[in-house]
């Protein structure tokens, strides 16, 4: 892939070549089709389809290439190839806020495929239509969420307030990215009081707050409700102590899968999306990742609460919760609002007023 690899020799970001998956060999052999998939390394659990499918199918190969988990950094890498009109990626694992960027850039194929708002939760499908055109296949949500440990913790908190109490603790990392500005929409009024509680990028172990709280070094942590099934190993003391406090007002994400308009491949793309969003393809998935589904069968089904205590309620946190808006100019209003809020965080002053501009509320 001679983009991929010049991107390498740019230092734009350093990919996990173990991560790139193949199960047979690609020879020379013409009438094997090469499907390739970027995505971030953290959204796991694909390749059990991949396996399936590949066996169903002797004459495609699907190649899965992972990439950082950093939000920022994977924008970049996206639009790195997407810029240079990369004909060697075939599918893209986006966030939703980059859909209509990337559509009206014409970086995104139109997905092509009937989604029923009978199978499908409404916003899911939402969060990936640019000008009533649907543009991606809804994955699964994510959820902002203070992670703590049921184990230590004397009460289990309900709001910031019970949290943010005047005993400062790391439990959110200083760094100019999307998740900071997910956090200060999250924290609301209460904000300026958790300046305390965030720990500048590589000061204190900031770098692995993730691994802290695993390890058991520090009680709470704001992540993502992807990260659940990551903390509740029973390798470790966590196993079975992992508590979540949903905040009143969530950020809800998405990931969904996008077919790249400069693909060579689309229509053996579009097969494969369309086989992966059969809903007896996904489920077992679903269960063992313990992602946020977007389906109303998964969402209404008891047993994935099961799974993950974040699908409690489930209904309600997806009505009650905030979705950025994913205008062409959010990107660029959305740096800038990250640099002022890391500025206000570092020099102690009141943190800038974004949300009625920069996002929109269900």
């Not at 949290?163 to 956090?183: A, H, R, S, W």
């Not at 997806?318 to 660029?332: E, F, G, L, M």
Request: charged share 30%; with cysteine.
């Amino acid at each position: 892939m001679k983009t991929i690899l010049a991107l390498l020799g740019m230092a734009i970001i350093t990919f996990s070549l173990s991560g790139c998956i193949s199960k047979q060999k690609v020879t020379e052999n013409a009438n094997v089709e090469v499907i390739t998939m970027l995505k971030p390394k953290g959204m796991s659990g694909i390749e059990q389809i991949v396996d399936k499918y590949e066996k169903m199918h002797n004459n495609v190969i699907i190649k899965i290439v992972e990439i950082t988990d950093d939000t920022n950094e994977v924008y970049k890498t996206y639009t790195a190839t997407l810029d240079r009109k990369d004909s060697d990626i075939d599918i893209y694992l986006i966030d939703e806020i980059w859909t209509e960027e990337f559509a009206k850039s014409g970086y995104l194929e139109p997905l092509g495929l009937e989604l029923s708002g009978e199978k499908y939760e409404p916003k899911a499908i939402e969060m990936f239509t640019s000008e009533d055109t649907v543009y991606a296949l809804p994955f699964a949500f994510d959820i902002g969420i203070l992670f703590y440990r049921k184990d230590r913790v004397d009460k289990a908190p309900i709001h910031w307030g019970d949290v943010i109490n005047g005993n400062p603790q790391p439990i959110f990392t200083m760094k100019e990215d999307e998740d900071l500005l997910c956090e200060s929409i999250e924290l609301g009024r209460y904000l300026k009081a958790a300046y305390p509680y965030f720990v500048e990028q590589g000061k204190d172990g900031c770098d692995n707050l993730k691994n802290r709280f695993k390890k058991g070094d520090i009680n709470y942590y704001r992540g993502w409700s992807k990260e659940y099934a990551y903390f509740d190993d029973y390798d470790f003391e966590i196993g079975g102590n992992v508590g979540v406090m949903i905040p009143d007002m969530p950020v809800l994400g998405g990931y969904g899968f996008a077919i790249s308009g400069f693909s060579e491949n689309k229509k053996t793309a579009r097969d494969f999306l369309a086989y992966m969003s059969d809903n007896r393809n996904i489920r077992e998935m679903m269960k063992i990742e313990r992602y946020i589904p977007v389906q109303k069968e998964f969402l209404t089904d008891k047993m994935f609460v099961d799974y993950n205590p974040c699908m409690r309620e489930i209904e309600n946190t997806i009505k009650r919760a905030v979705i950025r808006n994913s205008n062409d100019q959010y990107i660029k209003k959305a740096w800038a609002l990250q640099k002022e809020i890391y500025t206000a965080i570092c020099e102690n002053k009141e943190p800038p007023e974004f949300k009625e501009i920069y996002i929109k509320e269900n």
